[in-house]
């Protein structure tokens, strides 16, 4: 069953979930956006963040036109929490397109020299959630038209926001380093350090390539002043050294301070990249391939769940389409389908991932995943159809350690 957009937020999502294990393991799934619901054909592109408060901000784009992909008419939405996910807030549009201070849209020379889109369509695209938890601040990052940044912010755990602010700027600075025609933030959410510093993985593209996002290389946004102003770090990914069109990306602060990228590629290894900075902004290390971890030329998420104390070990966690099968059709391509939706768990801050456990067994798609404060874990991914690369919705599914480890680790110590 469905939670549609008419239902009010006194809706109980309990009704609506399916409920796996007895005991202290725990796991719910409820469908928050369903393809051909409140006019659009397909919603994608899913991110989630939990302020300390524990308020729940899931966000994804809503496409009209599926046979134009990225380049079609493309709106952003959001929906709120504030008990936990037992009742969910109508969806908020929050691609601002009447009267957008100082936004004229043509058509991105990317999508032109490609033939891509249509003159009179343009895409709101790449949304980020990004939390300042020194303030309680909530920022909205996001492009248009893959080509322009902007950001709204919310001061009262996203019930109300302000209108657009522009942010392109540093960006466009980066073109001293690398010719580009497509940004994309994120997507998925950023993080802040505990320095304070609020950082927003980006990817670059020449936009000569297919799809208008290839070639690509991976940088960063970051601000120390609560997103008043932003600055771009230095090229963590280049095009194809040793990785093939990195792209999208996700952020997630060690143990002991520096920040680990990791990073959707087009490489024939297949596998997951990382890079590590000190401050997700310079000194990038050359970039490396996760052998745990299966890339399928798709968004994944990254979270901390733990910091390591005394009693209890450090723990990350991760979602991503883990269909590593020799008998897929594509395997000796780049792609791989997406399909088998898993959550990993690392004890050494990303190295090695030794606890795995499927999710989405079908066919899926992107994810994001973040925790809550009392250590709940939240995932929100495009759930497939009977054909691959099909969304039928975006699922939000929570679930605790127990669940994962199948009992063999819990937070209660």
């Given at each position: 069953?469905?939670?549609?957009?008419?239902?009010?937020?006194?809706?109980?999502?309990?009704?609506?979930?399916?409920r796996?294990?007895?005991?202290?393991?725990?796991?719910e799934?409820?469908?928050?956006?369903?393809?051909?619901?409140?006019?659009?054909?397909?919603?994608?592109?899913?991110?989630?963040?939990?302020?300390?408060?524990?308020?729940?901000?899931?966000?994804?784009?809503?496409?009209?036109?599926?046979?134009?992909?990225?380049?079609?008419?493309?709106?952003?939405?959001?929906?709120?929490?504030?008990?936990?996910?037992?009742?969910?807030e109508?969806p908020v549009?929050?691609?601002?397109?009447?009267?957008?201070?100082?936004?004229?849209?043509?058509?991105?020379?990317?999508?032109?020299?490609?033939?891509?889109?249509?003159?009179?369509?343009?895409?709101?695209?790449?949304?980020?959630?990004?939390?300042?938890?020194?303030?309680?601040?909530?920022?909205?990052?996001?492009?248009?038209?893959?080509?322009?940044?902007?950001?709204?912010?919310?001061?009262?755990?996203?019930?109300?926001?302000?209108?657009?602010?522009?942010?392109?700027?540093?960006?466009?600075?980066?073109?001293?380093?690398?010719?580009?025609?497509?940004?994309?933030?994120?997507?998925?959410?950023?993080?802040?350090?505990?320095?304070?510093?609020?950082?927003?993985?980006?990817?670059?593209?020449?936009?000569?390539?297919?799809?208008?996002?290839?070639?690509?290389v991976?940088?960063?946004?970051?601000?120390?002043?609560?997103?008043?102003s932003?600055?771009?770090?230095?090229?963590?990914?280049?095009?194809?050294?040793?990785?093939?069109?990195?792209s999208?990306?996700?952020?997630?602060?060690?143990?002991?301070?520096?920040?680990?990228?990791?990073?959707?590629?087009?490489?024939?290894?297949?596998?997951?990249?990382?890079?590590?900075?000190?401050?997700?902004?310079?000194?990038?290390?050359?970039p490396?391939?996760?052998?745990?971890?299966?890339?399928?030329?798709?968004?994944?998420?990254?979270?901390?769940?733990?910091?390591?104390?005394?009693?209890?070990?450090?723990?990350?966690?991760?979602?991503?389409?883990?269909?590593?099968?020799?008998?897929?059709?594509?395997?000796?391509?780049?792609?791989?389908?997406?399909?088998n939706?898993?959550?990993?768990l690392?004890?050494?801050?990303?190295?090695?991932?030794?606890?795995?456990?499927?999710?989405?067994?079908g066919?899926?798609?992107?994810?994001?995943?973040?925790?809550?404060?009392?250590?709940?874990?939240?995932?929100?991914?495009?759930?497939?159809?009977?054909?691959?690369?099909e969304?039928?919705?975006?699922?939000?599914?929570?679930?605790?350690?127990?669940?994962?480890?199948?009992?063999?680790?819990?937070?209660?110590?």
């Open positions: 069953m469905i939670l549609r957009f008419g239902l009010l937020a006194a809706t109980v999502l309990s009704a609506l979930s399916t796996v294990g007895a005991g202290p393991a725990q796991l799934k409820v469908a928050l956006f369903e393809a051909g619901v409140g006019g659009y054909e397909r919603y994608r592109i899913p991110g989630i963040a939990i302020t300390a408060k524990g308020t729940i901000l899931v966000t994804c784009d809503a496409r009209k036109n599926t046979a134009l992909s990225d380049w079609s008419d493309i709106d952003l939405f959001l929906r709120r929490s504030t008990d936990r996910g037992k009742t969910w109508p549009n929050m691609a601002y397109r009447g009267n957008h201070p100082g936004l004229q849209i043509k058509q991105n020379p990317a999508a032109v020299g490609r033939n891509l889109g249509a003159p009179d369509q343009y895409p709101f695209n790449n949304q980020t959630l990004v939390i300042d938890r020194k303030t309680g601040d909530i920022l909205y990052v996001y492009c248009v038209n893959y080509e322009r940044c902007f950001q709204r912010r919310s001061t009262d755990e996203g019930a109300t926001w302000s209108a657009p602010e522009e942010i392109t700027a540093p960006l466009a600075d980066m073109r001293k380093l690398y010719t580009f025609e497509a940004i994309g933030t994120g997507p998925n959410h950023g993080i802040q350090l505990s320095s304070g510093r609020l950082v927003v993985p980006v990817w670059l593209s020449a936009g000569t390539g297919e799809g208008g996002h290839r070639p690509s991976v940088t960063s946004m970051f601000s120390d002043d609560g997103g008043h932003w600055k771009a770090g230095e090229i963590a990914a280049q095009e194809n050294d040793p990785m093939v069109n990195p999208e990306t996700v952020a997630v602060e060690l143990e002991g301070g520096g920040v680990m990228f990791s990073m959707r590629t087009e490489s024939l290894q297949h596998r997951r990249g990382i890079t590590y900075s000190p401050d997700a902004a310079t000194h990038w290390t050359r490396e391939f996760v052998n745990d971890l299966v890339d399928a030329v798709c968004m994944a998420g990254i979270d901390r769940l733990s910091h390591g104390t005394p009693t209890s070990p450090s723990r990350l966690i991760y979602s991503y389409c883990n269909n590593g099968s020799e008998s897929d059709p594509r395997s000796r391509s780049r792609f791989f389908l997406r399909k939706l898993t959550i990993r690392s004890y050494d801050e990303g190295r090695t991932w030794p606890v795995a456990r499927a999710l989405e067994p066919y899926a798609g992107y994810s994001d995943i973040t925790t809550a404060p009392d250590g709940t874990m939240y995932c929100f991914f495009e759930q497939g159809s009977t054909r691959p690369n969304t039928k919705a975006l699922v939000l599914a929570h679930f605790n350690l127990e669940w994962l480890t199948e009992g063999k680790d819990t937070l209660k110590q």
